[in-house]
């Protein structure tokens, strides 16, 4: 909920997958967390409140808000790792394909990255994640995947082996996991089966190597901006960049930008 310009993170998640085709969304909340539930539903105090001040811009986007999807949210009782988290919703995924997106990556380009997810889905109907190529020094942060390149397409690369977070120069590669992935509901018993891995955590990781071994998973380099607004730095400089390319905003960021003293402090 922390804010990007002038809306919280987790609405750039739920826009991008409604601009990827999908119209029901499933959010996974913890206990005594209220405020995300509440972003998304209908205010009428609020509304009231903006009709009667005549601030219909701002109470048409609160209405749109509402509208962007059909929502349900489910509760993960403890924080046992984002395998246990997807789990939770299994009854409500039911039997088909879902995707998976984590808030804390934003990730801007010209064709949303579920997007790219699905259509790669869509060509080999197996489970695909979204990757990025990090310095080896980061290599300790991320899930990291390898495996065999697509001779068609550089992008797309079907995977053999999938290791989270391993320790500095032990990485099977630099393909490193960002928080997009498109699932065949084979993940939810993969994950059943799946034991605590690293941090005493069930590792969405370790499953998703069980689906590339029994039935095939493939890795997506992905094409577009990534922002790690889970950092503070990443955060700030998310917000400007989404800030510039807002008309509304971008004249006076811009021009406040170029006043700044940007030489080291002596």
Known sequence: ??????????????EEAVNSGIDQVIMVTAFHKRAVEDYFDRSRDIEDMLEEKGDYERLEEMRRISKMADFAYVRQGEPRGLGDAVLTARHLVGNEPFALILPDDVIVGQTPVTRQLIDCFNTHRASVVAVQDVPEADTPSYGIVSGQTDPADHRITRLGTLVEKPALGTAPSRLAIVGRYLLTPAI?????????????????????????????????????????T??????????????LMRPDVAPELRAFLRSLDLDEPS
Request: glycine share 12%.
């Open 188 to 228: 939810f018993e993969a994950i059943e089966r799946t034991a605590p891995g690293y941090g005493g955590e069930i590792q969405i990781t370790d499953a998703m190597q069980v689906i590339a071994d029994e039935e095939g998973m493939y890795a997506y380099e992905f094409e577009g901006q990534r922002f790690d």
């Open 1 to 14: 909920m922390l804010p990007l310009v002038d809306r919280p993170i987790i609405h750039y998640s739920v």
């Open 230 to 243: 889970g950092r503070p730095l990443g955060l700030l400089i998310a917000s400007i960049t989404l800030g």
